[in-house]
């Protein structure tokens, strides 16, 4: 399976958990008097619709290459997670503003069931979040890492609900707003973490020079094609789930102009091989005079 149907796979497996989620915690909030139950459902919703335009984001980002975008949709995925954190902010706006207005407002105790509900979301959501961080570390994909932190987040705010439940459930009258405070605070967290995600995929769409690891395996494997005596300057931009690579080779400068045209396809070859998520490879000879 390739990466883009890897990262598509698990984005169903994204919405499918949390239209389930998004419901359950409706009802469980709705029936056992806790709002910060209601929030947490109200960002498994909003989980829903940024799963949705990731998905959209991974089909449209499998068009091949064309005329007018030669190395090909990849671009869209950052864009995406912009529209993926815009739903975050807006969901932990959303939440604080009703946490507010319920903390002035007095409401009954939540229902102390609501506490086993939670305990098996906060599992759930903390599994989800493990096997989707594990693709996006496998597809390099970072609107599946914004997707991971969907989940992350929902476990974070699920367990600041539990804290606030306990709170008011075992003090009693008086505590009722405990689980609003809760979800006040699970608010600044999504802010929080709405920065972590978009900060590397602006530094995408600007290309920022960011992939050392990568910079050294490419530098690496370049050494092992005949021929190939160094390399010079390397030059790493990121689209979708590809690494389209600027490479200056050097080689033996008294060859002939055809010798060093056959070294930079076999290079550019071997480092399709050796390295798959790379997409377009640019390879530019220089002569190694010493």
């Given at each position: 399976?390739?990466?883009?149907?890897?990262?598509?796979?698990?984005?169903?497996?994204?919405?499918?958990?949390?239209?389930?989620?998004?419901?359950?915690?409706?009802?469980?909030?709705?029936?056992?008097?806790?709002?910060?139950?209601?929030?947490?459902?109200?960002?498994?919703?909003?989980?829903?619709?940024?799963?949705?335009?990731?998905?959209?984001?991974?089909?449209?980002?499998?068009?091949?290459?064309?005329?007018?975008?030669?190395?090909?949709?990849?671009?869209?995925?950052?864009?995406?997670?912009?529209?993926?954190v815009a739903f975050l902010v807006i969901s932990a706006t959303v939440i604080a503003y009703e946490s507010i207005e319920n903390i002035q407002t007095p409401h009954k105790v939540p229902k102390a069931w609501t506490l086993i509900v939670l305990g098996l979301i906060i599992v759930w959501k903390e599994i989800s979040y493990r096997v989707v961080i594990k693709?996006?570390?496998?597809?390099?994909?970072?609107?599946?890492?914004?997707?991971?932190?969907?989940?992350?987040?929902?476990?974070?705010?699920?367990?600041?609900?539990?804290?606030?439940?306990?709170?008011?459930?075992?003090?009693?009258?008086?505590?009722?707003?405990a689980d609003d405070w809760a979800?006040?605070?699970?608010s600044g967290f999504i802010l929080y973490n709405s920065y972590l995600i978009l900060r590397p995929a602006l530094g995408e769409i600007m290309d920022e020079q960011r992939y050392d690891e990568l910079l050294e395996e490419i530098r690496k494997k370049s050494l092992e094609v005949p021929g190939v005596t160094g390399t010079e300057k390397c030059f790493i931009r990121k689209a979708g789930m590809k690494f389209h690579i600027d490479l200056h080779a050097m080689v033996d400068g008294t060859i002939s102009v055809t010798k060093?045209?056959?070294?930079?396809?076999?290079?550019?070859?071997h480092l399709h091989h050796e390295i798959p998520n790379l997409g377009h490879i640019l390879i530019h000879i220089e002569p190694d005079d010493l």
């Open positions: 399976m390739g990466i883009e149907q890897t990262a598509i796979k698990t984005t169903y497996f994204s919405i499918i958990g949390n239209i389930c989620l998004a419901l359950i915690k409706g009802f469980a909030g709705f029936f056992g008097n806790s709002y910060a139950l209601i929030a947490d459902a109200i960002e498994s919703t909003t989980d829903i619709f940024s799963s949705t335009l990731v998905l959209l984001g991974f089909k449209y980002a499998e068009r091949p290459a064309d005329e007018n975008h030669p190395y090909g949709h990849g671009k869209i995925e950052p864009i995406i997670t912009f529209l993926v693709k996006s570390k496998e597809t390099q994909s970072t609107s599946l890492k914004a997707d991971a932190w969907h989940h992350r987040s929902d476990a974070i705010t699920s367990i600041m609900a539990f804290i606030g439940i306990s709170i008011a459930v075992i003090l009693g009258k008086g505590y009722e707003t979800a006040l605070m699970a060093g045209h056959d070294i930079a396809h076999l290079l550019k070859d």
